[in-house]
C-alpha cells in the first residue's frame, strides 16, 4: 500500500523561503510528484522526481531522497499567488495512479 | 500540449438525477484516464481508472453501479453518477497522462450539487 504523510498548514511571509516536507511509504517506487491546487481548482504539475537530488524550475525545486522516504517542495521568494494546497502524490500499479498525500496548505501573508 | 478538458464545471441538481461528466484529452490520445473526487478541505482520492476499450477499475468502496464510467475512444471517458444523492455533492476530477511516468493532466473538475 501507499502512505503519504504531509503537514497540514504552513505559514510564511511574503519574499521568504518554504520548504513542505513530505514523507511516503510505497510498495514499490515509481517516482514522486508535487502539485500546486488553488482553492476551487484542479491541481496542476510542478514537479516530478524519481532520482536522488534536487531539480531547480525557476522558483521552485524538489529534492529527492529515495533511502529515506523523503522528498520536500521549496519555495524561494515567496509571493501572495503562491497561497495554494501543495500536494505530494506518488504513482503505483500497472497504470501509474496517484495516491495523493492530505496536501499542506500554505498561506503567504504580506 | 496535454490540455484535458472536463465539462461541465458546476452542476446543480435535484436528489435522483443522473449526471454525466465528460473527460477529454485535447492535444493526445490516453488510453488510461482517472477520476477523482474531493471533498472540502480534504484531499483528491481516487474513485476509478478508466481504460480505453475495456472495463474500469474501481477502488474499494466505490460502487460500479453508481459510477459508470465509459472510455469509447482513446480521447474520451465519461463518469455517469446515476440516481445521485446529496451525499455524492463534490468536486470530481478526471486526468489524463501521455505516457507512464509523465505527469498526470488534469481537467478543470467538475462542481456537483445535488439539492
Known amino acids: 500500500g501507499q502512505n503519504i504523510d504531509q503537514p497540514t498548514e504552513m505559514t510564511a511571509t511574503e519574499g521568504a523561503i518554504v520548504q513542505i516536507n513530505c514523507t511516503y511509504q510505497?510498495?514499490?517506487?515509481?517516482?514522486l510528484f508535487w502539485y500546486q491546487q488553488h482553492a476551487g481548482e484542479a491541481p496542476t504539475f510542478l514537479s516530478y522526481n524519481v532520482l536522488d537530488g534536487l531539480e531547480e524550475k525557476g522558483r521552485f525545486s524538489s529534492f529527492l531522497s529515495r533511502s529515506k522516504g523523503y522528498s520536500y517542495l521549496l519555495l524561494k521568494e515567496l509571493q501572495m499567488k503562491d497561497s495554494a494546497s501543495y500536494l505530494c502524490?506518488?504513482?503505483?500499479?500497472?497504470?501509474?495512479?496517484?495516491?495523493f498525500g492530505s496536501g499542506t496548505q500554505l498561506t503567504v501573508l504580506p | 500540449g496535454a490540455v484535458v478538458s472536463q465539462h461541465p464545471s458546476w452542476v446543480i441538481c435535484k436528489s435522483g438525477t443522473s449526471v454525466k461528466i465528460e473527460c477529454r484529452s485535447l492535444?493526445?490520445?490516453?488510453?488510461?484516464m482517472f477520476w477523482y473526487r474531493q471533498f472540502p478541505k480534504q484531499s483528491l482520492m481516487l474513485m476509478a481508472t478508466?481504460?480505453?476499450?475495456?472495463?474500469?477499475?474501481?477502488e474499494q468502496g466505490v460502487e460500479k453501479d453508481k459510477f459508470l464510467i465509459n472510455h469509447a475512444s482513446l480521447t474520451l471517458s465519461t463518469l455517469t453518477v446515476t440516481s445521485a444523492h446529496p451525499e455524492d455533492s463534490s468536486f470530481y476530477i478526471c486526468s489524463a497522462s501521455t505516457g507512464i511516468n509523465q505527469p498526470q493532466h488534469f481537467g478543470d473538475g467538475t462542481r456537483l450539487s445535488i439539492l
Open positions: 478508466s481504460n480505453e476499450g475495456s472495463k474500469a477499475t474501481y
Open positions: 510505497t510498495s514499490g517506487f515509481n517516482g
Open positions: 502524490a506518488a504513482p503505483s500499479g500497472s497504470a501509474r495512479q496517484l495516491t
Open positions: 492535444d493526445f490520445q490516453a488510453t488510461t
